[in-house]
């Protein structure tokens, strides 16, 4: 079917949420390319939004797909699932984390997180619920989750709807974190890096969000969507920062494309016990097999290493084209491969992603009008090189 036919039916029959869609279908992909159904090639700096880590047709996760489908996709949680175990095995391993708890997006490991925060206060008889969250950040798109979000243009329309005890403060000021801290507060959700919020680093906010927490005795949870699995050239993001949360959440790379979110905690802190929660679909045999596949790969320490020296060298190429158009380009920030670029304001950055997009770049925009740039973690230092000559022509002539 023609890319045009397909938009044709996309507007007669989908809901549209995402706006208009750049008019391109993809066929398949290798590596970090992909294919659209004119046989065009596009250079990917966006993987499907920080999740196709390992690219595309990656040998190892094929196969374990592939195995996987062929013996057993689903079979409920009434029954132990080897691929599941192990999955909890690994991650708790890697990380400073005791369990883990495995469902199907971003959005449901953040609300199972506020729930497990919760739940941890009222079995011990404190009456704290309120969950403190940041202005600029992402948390998806439940009606908790967006709840938490700090963005008022996701929340307006829902707002009636949404559970009461859940407050934002601004990223990057403790002060006014600790003012916002009450005997009521359950926990802090954060981001590393608030990614859909402009690529911002946490930096030593973190330990201090850390600190605070611990003074006022809630919890901290940390959402890792976006930065865990060796986004930022650790495998966990807050292994750099030089504090541990009670709860961190992962989805996006976790499944290398298949859907796939988690629930990390330390011990003190795994407050649920039977029917307190639950999934049907979540940590199934096949996203498991995913997630297990895609972590043996990523956790290596030699490919850790890769992303920290490809993001080092990435981020220095940005700060180069940063130096030559300092009336552009305003701002290169981030770690390993989450990598953001702040424009002027009359540069408006879903401009150059369309230009991008018309010489074979995919690239993302997010928010402070800012360029995402959220490869594959196995890019390589020549397809950076193309990215980074085609916009400084771009900056040249804009
Ligand atoms: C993408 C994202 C989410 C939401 O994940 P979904 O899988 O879309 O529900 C939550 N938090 C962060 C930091 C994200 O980047």
């Keep these: 079917m023609e890319t045009a036919m397909i938009a044709s039916i996309d507007k007669r029959v989908y ?102 925060a919760r739940k941890h206060f009222y079995d011990k008889g404190e009456d704290r619920y309120e969950i403190i969250a940041c202005d600029n950040s992402f948390h998806g798109r439940t009606i908790a989750t967006v709840a938490a979000t700090g963005q008022e243009k996701y929340k307006k329309p829902y707002a009636p709807l949404l559970p009461s005890g859940i407050k934002n403060v601004p990223y990057g000021d403790a002060s006014a974190l600790k003012s916002a801290l009450s005997p009521k507060t359950a926990a802090v959700l954060i981001e590393c890096i608030q990614g859909e919020g402009g690529v911002i680093d946490g930096s030593d906010y973190l330990a201090k969000v850390r600190a605070l927490c611990d003074e006022n005795g809630c919890l901290m949870i940390v959402d890792e969507v976006q930065t865990g699995i060796g986004r930022t050239g650790t495998l966990f993001a807050y292994e750099q920062y030089g504090f541990e949360s009670d709860i961190l959440t992962l989805a996006k790379a976790l499944g290398g494309g298949v859907p796939i979110g988690a629930i990390l905690a330390k011990e003190a802190c795994c407050a649920f016990a039977p029917g307190d929660h639950g999934t049907t679909f979540g940590g199934n045999p096949l996203a498991c097999a995913a997630g297990l596949a895609v972590l043996s790969e990523i956790s290596r320490e030699a490919f850790l290493e890769s992303v920290r020296k490809k993001g080092e060298y990435f981020k220095a190429e940005l700060e180069r084209l940063q130096a030559q158009f300092p009336q552009k380009i305003l701002e290169v920030r981030g770690r390993g491969l989450m990598l953001g670029m702040e424009l002027a304001p009359e540069i408006k950055n879903s401009d150059v992603q369309k230009e991008l997009l018309k010489q074979g770049f995919i690239i993302g925009v997010a928010g402070h009008n800012t360029l995402r740039f959220i490869p594959p973690l196995i890019i390589r230092e020549e397809q950076i090189d193309a990215l980074v000559g085609v916009l400084t022509n771009y900056f040249r002539k804009a």
């Design 15 to 116: 809901m549209n949420t995402f706006g208009e869609r750049f008019p391109i279908a993809f066929t398949h992909g290798k590596d970090s390319t992909l294919y659209d159904k004119e046989g065009v090639a596009y250079t990917d700096f966006l993987a499907g939004i920080a999740v196709n880590a390992l690219g595309y047709g990656h040998p190892k996760v094929t196969a374990a797909i592939t195995e996987q489908a062929q013996k057993l996709l689903h079979c409920s949680n009434y029954f132990y699932i080897e691929q599941q175990a192990l999955l909890a095995e690994m991650l708790t391993h890697l990380s400073c984390f005791d369990r883990a708890f495995f469902c199907n997006t971003g959005a449901e490991a953040n609300e199972g997180a506020i729930k497990l």
